[in-house]
């Protein structure tokens, strides 16, 4: 059933991101005035020379370093501007597009998780940074997991949002959601729907603007190359699941109770899996947890990291 889930997604959720890039600038115009925790941070670009690609990113706050890594077949805009001005006030907050993604690049027609972890690490070496925070969401957690395993030394802690250990480990959703994301006459509210829980959108109205400040284009051959790498993630020899026992690292895992993209099963497996980790489900929380409820996202954030 996994793989099953797998294929259809690899046509429609790169989608999801489009339409919702679409309607929110549609919206634009009609935005009203927003308290000024909403509003998107600026940051200049920075980029990363490597030999088959460049990386770009982007750098907010002072303090001790924590790196953000994007879910699938999204870009760094995509990062809830409530916690980026909240953690900026902490930390160094670093994001970053994945290659080929946004306003990075990319020369190979084939990479993988490893890859972008890979990716990661040269990031961190041409930013002078030794140790680091790092939080991965969706996909992003994958990376983040690939990056703590491969390189212990350089994770100070880790925070696991709504993600998967891959392989045989993974627990799909459940067949509705699968429905609508294998339905190409999904409308875009019930793909926006599944990212949060039911009847959330219609019982707040401010969830309309969660995506007003996503601008950056989507790289429809490299969310292939992404899938790909998902898919290898996704497949028996695939994933962390195996190696987990090896993360030292003190780990945070945080998913919403009702995630209808990654099964709160997933997390549960997580935590049984990595000795040093704390779980924390959030309660009516779906996939897009940091945008339902980003104070309570980054105050268990903070917390974890101050401890």
């Known amino acids: 059933m996994k793989n099953k889930f797998h294929y ?12 919702i890039i679409m309607v929110s600038c549609q919206q634009q115009h009609k935005s ?20 088959d690609a460049e990386i770009a990113y982007q750098i907010y706050g002072e303090g001790e370093p924590l790196i953000l890594c994007m879910g699938y077949s999204a870009n760094m805009d995509l990062w809830e501007p409530k916690l980026i001005n909240s953690l900026s006030k902490k930390f160094k907050v670093i994001v970053f597009d994945y290659r080929g993604m946004g306003h990075s690049t990319n020369s190979s027609f084939d990479f993988t998780i490893h890859t ?27 990376v983040a997991q690939e990056f703590a395993i491969g390189f212990p030394e350089k994770v100070n802690k880790l925070i696991l949002y709504a ?3 891959g392989g045989k480990s993974v627990i799909d959703p459940d067949d509705e959601v699968m429905k609508i994301l294998s339905d190409t006459t999904s409308t875009v ?8 829980p039911d009847n959330w959108s219609a019982n707040h109205p401010e969830s309309k603007k969660y995506f007003e ?24 020899r695939g994933g962390s699941y195996g190696s987990l026992y090896l993360l030292k690292t003190p780990t945070l ?11 709160i ?20 929380g779906g996939h897009g947890l940091m945008f339902q409820y980003p104070d309570v996202f980054t105050a268990f954030v903070n917390a974890f990291l101050d401890l």
Not at 253 to 262: H, M
């Open 189 to 196: 509210q019930q793909m926006t729907d599944i990212l949060f």
């Open 163 to 165: 993600t998967d250990a």
């Open 213 to 236: 400040h996503v601008h950056e284009p989507i790289n429809r051959l490299t969310v292939k190359l992404q899938d790909n790498a998902v898919n290898d993630w996704l497949s028996e």
């Open 116 to 142: 972008l972890a890979e990716d990661l690490n040269e990031l961190c070496t041409h930013l002078n940074l030794e140790k680091v925070n790092v939080l991965g969401w969706s996909m992003g957690g994958y």
């Open 32 to 51: 009203e005035q927003t308290d000024v925790s909403s509003i998107q941070p600026s940051a200049e670009t920075g980029k990363l020379l490597l030999t």
């Open 8 to 19: 259809i997604r690899a046509l429609i959720i790169p989608l999801l991101f489009v339409f």
């Open 253 to 263: 895992i945080i998913s919403g109770d009702v995630d209808k993209v990654v099964a």
């Open 265 to 284: 099963e997933n997390s549960e497996i997580l935590f049984d899996s990595i000795a040093n980790s704390t779980l924390i489900k959030v309660k009516n």
